[in-house]
């Protein structure tokens, strides 16, 4: 899993942060991603203004959509 953050965020503290909540996204939607894959995931700046769990709920959705064996039930 790879994370790059676009410098449409001006800052290195809001690039920073949506890092973060890209990295609790995923691990909250983990299970719902192949078991391997190489995946990069690209920050915009609607991450910082959703609510968290919007955020999850749209990496659960992004990951269901990759094919491949599960890693969870």
Do not use: W, Y
């Amino acid at each position: 899993m790879g994370f790059a953050v676009s410098r449409q965020l001006k800052t290195a503290v809001e690039r920073n942060r949506v890092r973060r909540r890209l990295r609790e996204a995923f691990r909250a939607g983990r299970a719902s991603g192949p078991r391997c894959a190489d995946i990069v995931v690209i920050g915009r700046p609607a991450a910082l203004r959703e609510p968290f769990e919007a955020v999850v709920m749209h990496m659960r959705q992004a990951l269901a959509t990759i094919p491949g064996p599960r890693c969870g039930p």
